[in-house]
């Protein structure tokens, strides 16, 4: 992912429409010219706009993003849905902590920022401390999958990947640093003998395999 995508993450905006702007060859400096109906045509909230015309707002760091997407393994915490278009939310507000560090940072759905922002008198409000529960379970869950995988693991895998112990759905591409490693199931790889493998979404490199696990 490259540095315009995330600059505008770090600014507030979710992952699909900050990669959609970045295919479009567009950078910051192009961005922050824009008027208002040219952030609006890109698909970028008025909260966002704000964000990135406030001269005093810095962004999340760059890695400090790909930080948190990874760890979360760029799904929802609370819903777990990787088909859903995920924000990097402050736990606490950024306005009264000023905190950009991991801690204080939760990666959820586009659905649940939105109720994140909304109090509700009739159900259970995401308030920063089930956020922090929501954030520990999820990151304990994806932790608890990758001992399983690598205690499964063998060496027996198709020719020319790039093999690393685990990867999981979300991941970075670990040869082309772009890409984002997608899961793929009951079809043919492109090594013609495997039902599951991941594949990264720039490059195309098959980098793990369902054989590779112990299928």
């Known amino acids: 992912m490259a540095q315009t995508a995330l600059a505008l993450i770090g600014y507030g905006l979710d992952l699909a429409i900050a990669k959609a702007i970045e295919k479009q060859g567009m950078r910051m400096p192009d961005i922050k010219a824009l008027a208002d109906d040219g952030f609006q045509e890109l698909g970028i909230p008025p909260y966002v706009m704000k964000a990135i015309r406030d001269s005093i707002r810095t962004p999340i760091p760059s890695n ?9 393994a760029f799904a929802c915490c609370i819903c777990k849905d990787r088909q859903r278009s995920v924000v990097i939310h402050h736990i606490r507000k950024f306005s009264e902590s000023r905190d950009h560090s991991e801690g204080n940072l939760v990666a959820i759905c586009v659905q649940h920022h939105d109720v994140a922002h909304t109090h509700s008198e009739l159900s259970q409000n995401l308030t920063p401390a089930r956020l922090l529960a929501f954030k520990k379970a999820w990151l304990e869950e994806i932790q608890a999958q990758k001992n399983v995988t690598l205690s499964t693991s063998h060496s027996n895998r198709p020719p020319n990947e790039h093999y690393i112990p685990f990867v999981i759905d979300g991941d970075l591409c670990p040869g082309c640093h772009k890409g984002i490693l997608r899961w793929y199931r009951w079809g043919h790889s492109p090594f013609g003998s495997f039902s599951a493998w991941f594949m990264c ?15």
Do not use: H, I, R
């Open 201 to 215: 979404s720039e490059c195309g490199d098959v980098v793990a395999s369902q054989e590779q696990f112990g299928s």
């Open 64 to 72: 400090t993003v790909m930080q948190v997407l990874n760890d979360s």
